[in-house]
C-alpha cells in the first residue's frame, strides 16, 4: 500500500512510519513539525525510495488536496494533533483549531480526493484516537468500543469531537474509515515534556521526579512498537465504520510506574547513595484528573486476533535503556 501518515515526525506517527516502511509499504508523511515533532524519529528511514515527507498543516486543505493528488495513496493514517493535557488546560485553543478543524479539513480533502477517484472500496481513512474520550474509571470496570464518550480535558474533549465528525463522514459521505482508540504509550522517541521521560530525564539530572497528587491514579500503558503493530492491523483487517479500543493489559498507578523507572535506574545507572526513588516528589493535582483509564481489547483481541507483544517491565526496561543511549535526541 502507499500510505499517507499525518503526524509522522511525533512519537505514535513516527513509529507507524519506521514500521511501515519496514514491512513494504509506501510512506508520504505530512507533518507541520510543530514543537512536538522530530525528524531525527524517521532519520532511519528518511533516505529509503518508499519513504516521502511533505511539510503541510492539517488546516490547509489546499496544500493537502495537491499532496493527495501528487502522492496517490491508498490509505491515510491521521495521527496528527494536539497531544499534551497539560498544554490543553493552560491553551485549548490550539487543540480546538489542530484537533477539531484540522481533522475536518483533512476530512474534505480526503473526500475530495477520494471521490475524484471514483470512491473506491479499498480506500481507507484510520482515525487514530485515545481512551480519554470516554472520560473517568472508579476502581472496577472497562471502556469497551460501546462506552458512552465523557470527555473531561479541552484535549479529549477535542479528540472526541475529531471522533464524531470521522464517523459523520462514514455515515453521511461514505467515506471508508476505521477508527481506534488507545490507552496511553510510551517507548523510544517520547517528547520530553510527558510523564516517563521526564521521570527519567529529570532522575538522571538529580532532579525531583514530579508526580501528580497521591500517584493514585492509573493508567493502562502500551508499547509504542506495539501500538504500531496494532494500527497497520486496523487499517489492514479492520471492518469499515468500526472502532476498536487498543490496550496494554498493563495498568499501573503512576507511583508504581514511577518506582520501576526508578528501579531500572538504579540498575543500570547506579547513583554512589540511596535510590532514584528519593527523589519522588508530589506536586499539586492536575485540575480534573481523570482518575482512572482501562481498556477491554476483546474486539482487537477476537476479530482481528491481535494482542500487545511486550510486558511494561519489558517495555520500561528497553525504555530507560534507549534514553540512556540516545543523549543526543534528547
Ligand atoms: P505527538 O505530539 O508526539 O505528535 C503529534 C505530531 O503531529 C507532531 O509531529 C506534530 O508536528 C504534528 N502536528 C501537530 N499539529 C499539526 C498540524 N496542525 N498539522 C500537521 N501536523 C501537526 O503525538 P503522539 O503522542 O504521537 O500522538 C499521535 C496521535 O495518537 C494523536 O492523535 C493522539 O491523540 C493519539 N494518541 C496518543 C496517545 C499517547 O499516549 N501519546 C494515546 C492514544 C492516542
Redesign the pocket.
Known sequence: MKILV?????????AVVRLAVARGHDVVN?????????LENVASVADDPRYAFEQ????DRVALAAILERHQPDAVM???????VDRSIDGPGDFI???IT?TYELLEAVRGYWTHKGSPEGFRFHH?????VFGSLGAEGQFTEDTPYDPRSP?SAS?AASDHLVQAWHHTYGLPVVMS??????GPY??PE?LIPVIILNALAGKPLPIYGDGSNVRDWLFVED?ADALLLVLERGALGRSYNIGGENERSNLELVRTLCAILDQERPLNTGSYADLITFVPDRPGHDARYAIDPTRIREELGWRPSVTVEEGLNRTVCWYLGNEDWW
Open positions: 499525518t503526524g509522522g515526525a511525533g512519537f505514535i506517527g513516527s505530512v507533518d507541520a513539525l510543530t514543537y512536538a515533532a522530530c503541510a498543516d492539517i488546516r491521521h495521527l496528527a494533533a494536539e497531544s499534551h483549531s489542530t484537533n484540522g487514530v484516537s485515545t481512551d480519554e484535549y479528540k482508540n488507545c490507552s496511553n504509550n510510551y517520547h517528547f510527558k501500538h
